[in-house]
Every structure is written in structure tokens, then in C-alpha cells.
């Protein structure tokens, strides 16, 4: 016996359907196999067909059609899906400063807009599931910052300002970031804390290496040794070091808090200049002992030779 699930939670899918919130619904199946047999189990929101000796799960919508994850009408339902989670997302973030990234925050919000309260089960990990959509906005935004406001000043491509050098690049985008979450600051050592949870951890990693490769993917970085994972790495910790420390910083823009990054920045680049220092001695000194021991070959295969012609084996052979 196995079952699959396939996309949103069914309570919540069914009670906004009949609502009007949304026309379609993604489903549920559960099937049974027993060797050729197949028992299906159906409600409105279940549907699976066999074909052949195969079993096929789609999706069925209000219209009775059935449908792949690649067609129209499936793209068409997760808009509408994504249209409704954005929609709880935004408005919940607004009681965010009266409630904490929690669930509390995200009934308020569905009941500000007028949805069922049911709705608040879009996000379905509640405060965790806020927190990775307020960060996916943020990554958004510095994304398109880098593009239009920082990669030209760094390749001098706005006649209007002056260039700026690549730390400086760094030290901008990582205080764009942390500046992205000073409406919430009063309330990030709660962000740290689901963070820091295992449910929340892995979330945080990969937020963490999105910001750290955007900004060097917009630096145009043309690493492509493990320089690629050290400077993302390094990177990585600046941020996550300087977001710890915003918690503590009520200067003006978090000031403090841009010095700090300013020094963290600078070192990081020292490193890395060390490092690449490093390989190029150490790549200089392979190079010598190679040559070294191709001398010491040569010098062996002509001791060889000498011997066999003063014993007079060449001759004999």
C-alpha cells in the first residue's frame, strides 16, 4: 500500500473553492495497489486513473478535466495559488510588529483582507513559512538593487557618479541587505531564533547562499575553481555576522553596524588575496620539483647507460 500527495493542503484548498476565493483546486490521491489490482479511493478533491499496468496521478479540477503538472490549466491554478499566498503573506507582515513572526500575525492578516480563516493555512508552518517569504522578497529587491544601481557604479558605467571599487560593492550590498530588514529589526532576534531551529536551518543556508552568490554573480566573478565556494563561504559568514550584530546596533542606518562590515569585508579580501598568494607558491614550487626530478631522471637514465656500456651489455645486445 503507498500513498502520494500531491500539492496544497485539501481543508484549505476546498473550504476557499467553496468560498469563491479560488475556482480550481490541486488534489489528493490515495491508492491502493494489489499486485494488477488498483482500488481507488475518491472524494470530489481525489482522482487517479491507471493506464495500463501503471498508475497515474493527475490532478482534477471544478470542470472535471484532468490535467500533467505542465499544462495550462495547472499554470494557470498555481498563479491563482501564488496570487492567494502572496496576498496572506503581505498582509500578515503588516501585524508583524504587534505579533511576532507567528501565527497569530498571519490570522490577523487573512482576517484584515477579508479571506476565511481557514486562508491563514496558505503559509502551513506558519511563522517559519512568513519569515522565508519576507527573506525571498528581500533577495528579490537586492537583486534588482545590485543590477541597476550598483553593478554600474562598479564598472563605470553611470557617467553621473563616481566608480566605486569591488570591497566598496560588497560593503553596499551587504548593508543594502540588512537595511532591507530595518522596519522588523525590533523583532529579528525572534527571526534569528526560528533561524536557528532545525525546521528553519536548512531555509536559512539557503537564503544565506543566495545572497552571498547574487552578489558576487553581480560583481561578475569569473571563478571557477574552489575560489567559487571560498568566496561565497566567506561572504556567507560576513552577512550572517553582521545580521547578529544589527540586532544590537540602534545607531542611525545601523551606522555601527557598517563599520563592522566595512572591517569584515577587508579582511575577507586579504584572505583571499593570501590564499591565492599561497597557491601561486605553492604552484611555482610543484613546478620546480617536477622540473627537479625530470633532472634527476635524465641524470639516472644516463648513470643507467654509462654502467651498461662499461659492462658491455649494449654491445651484446
Known sequence: MFARKIGRPVSVARLLVANGYLSTTRTTSICCRSNNSIATHQSPLYCSFPLGNNLIIGRTYSDGITSSESDSSGSSEDDEWTSMLDRVARASLSFVDKHGWSLEAIQAGVKSVGLPGVAHGVLKNGGYDLLKYFEEQCNSELSKHLLSDLQPLLFNEAPDKSSISLEEFIVAAVMKRLQLIQPYAHRWREALAIKSDIRGSWTHF?????????????????????????????LALVYKRAEQRVVKDFSHEFTDTRQHVEQMVRQMMTHLANIRLARFAAEKVCEGSQQCLSEVGKAA???????????????MS
Open 206 to 234: 539557503h537564503n544565506l547562499s543566495v545572497i552571498a552568490d547574487d552578489i558576487w554573480h553581480h560583481s561578475k566573478d569569473q571563478s571557477i575553481d574552489c575560489d567559487w565556494y571560498l568566496k561565497r563561504a566567506l
Open 301 to 315: 637514465d644516463a648513470g643507467v647507460a654509462t654502467v651498461r656500456n662499461l659492462i658491455g651489455i649494449n654491445k
